[in-house]
């Protein structure tokens, strides 16, 4: 198994809304990472998780939160939202270290009203 | 700083036509390279990737790439392109200095029936 799933594929929500992001793996991969993507940019890195443990917030704004439940899931947790938050948000897994390979999954879009 | 150039941000080109599309990174230390693809509306794909030995490294869809150490270049090529090579390319490099994915700005290619 090499997938990266990710749930749910589309999400529409208000500013006031509460919603959650889900990513599973079950590669045994123990580097998770969340990015955001806008159209025709690259992704950008938010959070990187390494053996559960939060190991980079590259500056992310609190109504983001990240959780990692166990070695195979990762969430991110969505509050109180804005506009310009609406865009592709993908998770990735890699083993730790060099020569090792990010697997993404298929991104949540996430459009905010 | 730790960067990765991407030289075109926009090639059109005619189907058959060669591509080559340019990346060049900024580091000094031990690296793994890659080139992801992502066509309209869809995920991230890993088109290739370089760890270590042979500098020309094949891909998926005909792709290759040649790894270049003294010009800090990792350029893909492909010798007869098709319409559904259209596409966002983005070079994506691994560093040993914090084992983080830095990437290219992405390259838009559109290729003509």
Known sequence: DTEVTQTPKHLVMGMTNKKSLKCEQHMGHRAMYWYKQKAKKPPELMFVYSYEKLSINESVPSRFSPECPNSSLLNLHLHALQPEDSALYLCASSPTGMNTEAFFGQGTRLTVV | ?113
């Not at chain 2, 189907?15 to 390279?33: D, F």
């Not at chain 2, 990737?49 to 005909?62: C, H």
């Not at chain 2, 270049?68 to 966002?88: C, G, H, M, Y």
């Open chain 2, 1 to 113: 700083a730790q960067s990765v150039s991407q030289h075109n941000h926009h090639v059109i080109l005619s189907e058959a036509a060669s591509l080559e599309l340019g990346c060049n990174y900024s580091y000094g230390g031990t690296v793994n390279l890659f080139w992801y693809v992502q066509y309209p509306g869809q995920h991230l794909q890993l088109l290739l990737k370089y760890f270590s030995g042979d500098p020309l490294v094949k891909g998926i869809k005909g792709f290759e790439a040649e790894f270049i150490k003294s010009k800090f270049s990792f350029n893909l090529r492909k010798p007869s392109v098709q319409w559904s090579d259209t596409a966002e390319y983005f070079c994506a490099v691994l560093m040993d200095s914090n084992y983080q994915l830095i990437w290219g700005a992405g390259t838009k290619l559109i290729i003509k029936p």
